[in-house]
């Protein structure tokens, strides 16, 4: 199995284990899309770039309030969730989740997607 491969397996995984995550993605530190399983009407290249942004302002916030080093970002909208896991130190691990969610199962999945995406990532 190729590296894409295994990576748009891990994502599948992630969306087939809760059906309340919508949609994910794995991300470049530099904001470019490595592998995604994103819904038609969104932009990967502007969710990218968003991601990568939110990460590097969270992870400089976290070092100044002395939170130590980022793991997680959460954002909460009115139409549900935006999570942004560390997937290594080159990549994050995006996922979309509805606004019932049962985020205890859904921080769960992520955690162990991200630990595969770093394992397939090397």
């Known amino acids: 199995m190729s590296r894409t491969e295994a990576l748009n397996s891990t994502l599948a995984q992630i ?3 809760s059906a ?6 794995v991300v470049s530190e530099d904001g470019l899309i490595i592998a995604s399983s994103l ?6 290249t502007s969710v990218a770039a968003m991601s990568a942004a939110m990460l590097s302002m969270g992870a400089r916030t976290a070092v100044e309030l002395k939170r130590g080093s980022l793991d997680l970002l959460f954002l909460k909208g009115d139409n549900g ?5 560390n997937a290594g130190p080159h ?7 509805r606004k019932e969610a049962k985020l205890g199962l859904i ?4 955690t162990r997607g991200a630990q595969r995406v770093q394992e397939i990532l090397g």
Do not use: H, R, W
């Open 15 to 17: 969306q087939a284990s």
């Open 20 to 25: 309340d995550v919508e949609a994910c993605a």
């Open 39 to 44: 819904p038609a009407n969104v932009e990967e």
């Open 81 to 85: 969730y935006l999570l942004i896991k």
């Open 91 to 97: 990549a994050v691990l995006l996922a979309m989740a």
């Open 107 to 110: 921080f769960l999945d992520i």
